[in-house]
Nanobody, 125 residues
Framework: VQLQAFGGGLVQAGGSLRLSCAAS?????????MGWFRQAPGKERECVAT???????YYANGVEGRFTISRDNLKKTVFLQMNSLIPEDTAVYYC???????????????????WGQGTLVTVSS
C-alpha cells in the first residue's frame, strides 16, 4: 500500500484547507482503517482523526467540530476537511492506514502499517 497526501499550504487563522490522501497498490481499500496524524516542531506525533472501515469516526480533543474526516472507497481516498484553523494546527500532517482487523481504539500511531509522506500545514495568525 502506498499513500500520498496532499493539500497542505499556508492559510490565515480562521481559514480552511482540505487534505487528501490517495492510496495505491491496494485492492481492498475499504477494508482499511485510515487515520490522519500530525507532528508539530518539537512535539510528538499525535492522532487528529480516524475513520474505520465501517465508517466510524474519531476526533482528537481540540479538532472536533472543526475538522471532518471522510473517505471515498471507490477513489481509494481519505479526506480531512479543516475549518476554523488556528496557529496551533500548524504541523506536518500524515495519513496512515492499517488493515481493519481491530475495531477498538485505532488512534495509536504504532498500530498503523502504512504512512504517507506528510504535507505541511501552516496557519498564520
Amino acid at each position: 500500500v502506498q499513500l500520498q497526501a496532499f493539500g497542505g499550504g499556508l492559510v490565515q487563522a480562521g481559514g480552511s484547507l482540505r487534505l487528501s490522501c490517495a492510496a495505491s497498490y491496494v485492492r481492498t481499500f475499504s477494508n482499511y482503517h485510515m487515520g490522519w496524524f500530525r507532528q508539530a516542531p518539537g512535539k510528538e506525533r499525535e492522532c487528529v482523526a480516524t475513520i474505520r472501515s465501517d465508517g466510524h469516526t474519531y476526533y482528537a480533543n481540540g479538532v472536533e467540530g472543526r475538522f471532518t474526516i471522510s473517505r471515498d472507497n471507490l477513489k481509494k481516498t481519505v479526506f480531512l476537511q479543516m475549518n476554523s484553523l488556528i496557529p496551533e494546527d500548524t504541523a506536518v500532517y500524515y495519513c496512515a492506514a492499517q488493515w481493519g482487523r481491530y475495531y477498538g481504539d485505532i488512534s495509536k500511531a504504532e498500530d498503523y502499517e502504512y504512512w504517507g509522506q506528510g504535507t505541511l500545514v501552516t496557519v498564520s495568525s
